[in-house]
């Protein structure tokens, strides 16, 4: 089955810089691959997402990037801010609607005043 | 987007008792899928449900454990059976992506087994 890696783990930046989260995926099927944004306590919020045929996608200070041959995607947090701070999962799935998310393992991002 | 009605929001529980957690969906939707998250960790799914047919489970999880209903389109419900201490987690529904939106949760159900 699919499986997800996520890195880093844990990323503190300063206010207004750049924060860059990277994700692997196993099975070259999959074609859609979300973002989540999860606060404490509260329920995992999707935040951005891209599908297999496309390489990149923004949103406002968000993107997205995908690169099939290498099965990787990366999110990308431009002018960063103190609400930003949250942890951040990643998934794929290959069948978007009727199958499962497979979620990366999450990385907490702390942005630094 | 869909929009996900899950209770109840937490509970606490004796060991050896059972636990349902329901969810309505707003919409008719065919998936449904129920995750653990353990404190601080990821999202780990438990099973999928579609209307009509037997949930599908993830390796190590099983029907006994955990089963689900499916009667309709916008119910699921899964029950936490014969709990211990390890099953203390938060439980939470999702529902499948469509159109332009994508996968959807609902609040959650904090359980503590004690």
């Known amino acids: 089955g699919e499986n997800v890696e996520q890195h880093p783990s844990t990323l503190s930046v300063q206010e207004g810089d750049s924060a860059v989260i990277k994700c692997t995926y196993s099975?070259?099927?999959?074609?859609?691959f979300p973002w989540y944004k999860q606060e404490l306590g509260k329920r995992p919020q999707l935040i951005i997402d891209?599908?297999?045929?496309?390489g990149e996608k923004k949103d406002q200070r968000i993107a997205v990037t995908l690169n099939k041959t290498a099965k990787h995607f990366s999110l990308h947090i431009t002018e960063t801010q103190p609400e930003d701070s949250a942890v951040y999962f990643c998934a794929a799935s290959f069948n978007f609607g009727n199958e499962k998310l497979t979620f990366g393992t999450g990385t907490r991002l702390t942005i630094i005043p | 987007s869909a929009v996900i009605s899950q209770k109840p929001s937490r509970d606490i529980c004796q060991r050896g008792t059972s636990l349902t957690i329901q969810c309505q969906v707003d919409s008719q939707v065919t998936m449904m899928f129920w995750y653990r998250q353990q404190p601080g960790q990821s999202l780990t799914l438990i099973a999928t449900a579609n209307q009509g047919s037997e949930a599908t489970y993830e390796s190590g999880f099983v029907i006994d454990k955990f089963p689900i209903s499916r009667p309709n389109l916008t119910f699921s419900t899964l029950t936490v059976s014969n709990m211990s201490p390890e099953d203390s987690s938060i439980y939470l529904c999702?529902?499948?992506?469509?159109?332009?939106?994508?996968?959807?949760f609902g609040s959650g159900t904090r359980l503590t087994v004690v």
């Open positions: 999702s529902v499948g992506g469509m159109g332009d939106y994508g996968y959807t």
């Open positions: 099975d070259s099927a999959s074609n859609y």
């Open positions: 891209i599908r297999s045929n496309v």
